[in-house]
């Protein structure tokens, strides 16, 4: 399979789409490829998803079975694709609005996904999943708080 810049950028929407519209797990899943990798960069500490590598369509499965144990979200959004036809990657911006389950406490968030792409039954599929989110508000929110009510540190 050949990839150009609009298969590119028509699967990572496709996936985007379904995240922003709570697609159900088989709907998720049919993003991936059979090997796929996901990481959450970010302190292990933090969340049981975050600052560890998932693998495969079993390690997708809990990944997306940890994000729904303890988060929920609203208003999500994607913009501003990136391309790159040469290594078959592209990179997008979210951003929503996330609450900690246990706690109730929401925030704002924007965040960055980096897609590879391979081709997997004639379809590209991801290969290999990276995001980069607010783990410093995910972390107080979990613990209760919110960034806003946290003293400045500015002089």
Not at 4 to 16: M, P, R, T, V
Not at 68 to 94: A, H, P, W
Not at 125 to 135: C, E, G, M, N
Request: overall charge negative; aromatic content about 14%; hydrophobic content about 35%.
């Amino acid at each position: 399979m050949t990839t150009n810049y609009d298969s590119l950028l028509q699967a990572a929407e496709s996936l985007c789409n379904d995240f922003s519209t709570k697609a159900d797990l088989s709907s998720m899943l049919s993003h991936f490829s059979q090997s796929t990798t996901a990481f959450e960069h970010g302190d292990p500490h933090f969340a049981p998803f975050i600052g560890r590598e998932f693998k495969g369509l079993d390690g997708m499965k809990e990944y997306f079975g940890y994000l729904g144990k303890y988060l929920t979200y609203d208003d999500m959004s994607f913009g501003e694709y990136f391309v790159d036809e040469r290594q078959n990657k592209v990179s997008v911006k979210g951003k929503g609005r996330f609450t900690w389950v246990s706690t109730g406490v929401t925030w704002d968030e924007k965040f960055t996904y980096v897609l590879d792409f391979a081709s997997e039954e004639e379809k590209l599929k991801v290969s290999r999943y990276q995001v980069w989110a607010d783990t410093g508000a995910l972390h107080l929110a979990k613990l209760g708080q919110r960034v806003e009510d946290i003293p400045s540190t500015t002089d």
